[in-house]
DNA sequence: TAACAGGAAGTAC
DNA sequence: GTACTTCCTGTT
């Protein structure tokens, strides 16, 4: 158990803000998460935070995974004073980070996210990493499901696939799989390739458009100059943003603002 | 109940 | 290139 004091970071926002699925709400401050075949539970209580990791895990995998080495602070203040929107939303998700997710997560979560919604999501995710995510156990004997691999997927078939209640999208994550395991999908020459090539390379597959390969873009390869538009983003830019949204100004990160804006709209809806 | 949900593929022009 | 339809299924 380790202790930390974090400016700019609220669990439940992150939880809530539609990056990740596999974040769950334990009780009142505390989240635990699965990723990278690890298992973290977290409790806030303000602005300190206590993590069930040793120091080395933290330094190893979360403190990269919770992106805490970027100032979101200096990138709060560069909003635009006169933008009374945007400063809005802001304040509304002051505690949002874009956690820099494993690659292979994204794919899949992101294939599943088309035309549906983040409750369904998370339950599709769930049960797939029930299904066939391999079972693992912490150091205090929780049991908890690591993410499925390429391998597993394509080792279940359509056959266990088609009982997991996905939909048509089924089939996108297996071929997808298949194409990883293949090398007709390389995992490595995306991480090392810059925005536009992973894009182009990204929606060449079969399940992936426009949209969903700016998420993978985004939180899947931390490129934060993705900037996914989907219908809710689209409604904002319509009601909010008539003569386009302010790119330039926010050249280079305009995927972080889009993340404050989309969680925002997202409280409003509810 | 029928429509909808953080899109994409397939088809028709 | 752009417009339109269809695709699975849990939820409301």
New binding site residues.
């Given amino acids: 158990m380790i202790k930390r004091k974090i400016a700019d970071l609220d669990l439940r926002q992150i939880a809530e ?3 990740c699925f596999r974040m769950v709400q334990k009780s009142e401050g505390v989240y635990a998460v699965s990723a990278f075949e690890k298992y973290l539970e977290i409790e806030q209580k303000g602005d300190l935070f206590f993590f069930s990791c040793t120091e080395k895990e933290f330094e190893e995998t979360w403190e990269d995974y919770l992106d805490l080495h970027t100032d979101y602070g200096a990138i709060k203040k560069s909003v635009d004073e006169e933008d009374a929107y945007l400063q809005e939303a802001v304040r509304e998700g002051w505690g949002i980070r874009i956690l820099r997710q494993d690659l292979w997560e994204m794919i899949v979560t ?1 294939l599943v ?9 998370r ?1 599709s995710i769930e049960l797939l990493c029930h299904t066939i995510g391999e079972e693992q156990y912490t150091g205090d004997g929780v049991k908890y499901y690591a993410f499925p691999k390429p391998e597993a997927v394509v080792r279940a078939g359509m056959e266990v696939l ?1 009982t997991l ?5 089924d ?2 994550i297996f071929r997808t799989a298949q194409a990883v395991l293949d090398g007709s999908l390389d995992l490595e020459m995306l991480r090392a390739a810059d925005y536009e090539t992973a894009h182009r390379e990204l ?1 060449k ?9 700016d ?1 993978i873009c985004l939180f899947g390869l931390y490129h934060i100059e993705a900037f ?1 538009v ?3 983003v689209k409604k904002i830019l319509e009601t909010h943003y008539p003569e386009g949204f302010p790119h330039d100004r926010y050249k280079g990160y305009a995927g972080i603002l889009q993340q404050y804006m ?1 969680y925002y709209d ?1 409280k409003a809806a509810a």
């Fill in positions: 803000s539609g990056q992101f996210s088309q035309n549906n919604n983040i409750s369904r999501i339950k088609s209640g996905l939909g048509y999208r089939k996108y929606v597959q079969y399940g992936i458009g426009k949209k969903v390969a998420c996914p989907d219908t809710h989309f997202l």
